[in-house]
């Protein structure tokens, strides 16, 4: 794939997003899409936030780990994605008008006091460049019609972001069996799902690690101080505003979201 087809669907993604439509699989379209065609789109796309909406990264993604969302979306390869200052959100009321067909997913977030820079990055370096964990909802969207997505359909849209929050409280990793803490998860007011952090990738330390090497095979480091969503320990909910979301996660901390428009 050519710049100019790269600049053209990145394009098209980001103006999908300002305009809360959606556009048709790129997988569809350019049957011969690659991988690394599609994290050339997705960084076109995170350039332009960057640039036109003078956004800044905070953090990075990991999407599809379990095997509940892999088989939900029908992808079976993790990937990951940028995190920006304005996707992120505080407890309390989340507007979600901006979105297009949000679902939300409950997540252990990491936050690093250290670099960390693959390739041959372990789960013990990871621990180690851990500053606290964090419980975390995403809520996940994209701009591809209908969720109608393949691994490269989603790379492309900078791994279905669209806005996450995390919790005030922080716990120390090294105090917890990461891959046995459970999260519950509350819909209306009524018990939705439940899984455990081994639900993703064996451990959310293996999941971080495979995010600092795959990174770190493109050039690109896990930085200090940032933060690091390690992928979904339950199902995707589809959500709308009005919708109240809870969850707890035994050792790290709550949250309560009211999703207003």
Not at 95 to 103: M, V
Not at 133 to 154: G, H, L, P, Y
Not at 193 to 198: D, K, L, T, V
Not at 244 to 249: A, E, L, R, Y
Request: one cysteine or more; a negative charge.
């Amino acid at each position: 794939m050519n710049q100019s087809d790269v600049e053209h669907l990145g394009g098209e993604l980001y103006r999908s997003m300002l305009s809360k439509s959606t556009v048709p699989p790129l997988t569809d379209r350019v049957p011969n899409i690659t991988i690394d065609d599609a994290y050339n789109i997705s960084r076109h796309y995170l350039d332009l936030r960057l640039r036109e909406n003078r956004e800044t990264v905070v953090g990075k993604k990991i999407g599809v780990t379990s095997a509940a969302v892999q088989s939900m979306l029908g992808v079976y390869s993790p990937d990951f994605g940028f995190l920006t200052d304005a996707m992120q959100f505080s407890n309390g009321d989340v507007p979600i008008g901006q979105l297009i067909q949000p679902r939300a997913e409950a997540e252990i977030a990491f936050r690093l006091k250290k670099m960390l820079r693959g390739p041959g990055i372990t789960t013990g370096d990871v621990l180690a460049a851990t500053d606290s964990v964090m419980a975390c909802f995403e809520i996940v969207d994209s701009r591809i019609e209908n969720w109608k997505i393949k691994i490269q359909d989603t790379v492309a849209d900078n791994a279905s972001c669209g806005v996450f929050v995390v919790s005030d409280m922080h716990a120390d990793a090294s105090d917890l069996d990461l891959a046995a803490c459970k999260a519950r998860v509350y819909k209306n007011g009524k018990f939705l799902s439940e899984g455990e952090g081994a639900a993703v990738q064996g451990s959310p330390l293996a999941s971080i690690a495979w995010l600092a090497n795959t990174l770190g095979e493109l050039g690109v480091a896990l930085e200090a101080g940032e933060l690091l969503l390690s992928g979904s320990l339950v199902p995707l909910e589809p959500i709308v505003p009005g919708d109240v979301m809870s969850m707890n996660i035994e050792g790290i901390g709550s949250l309560n979201l009211n999703f207003v428009e």
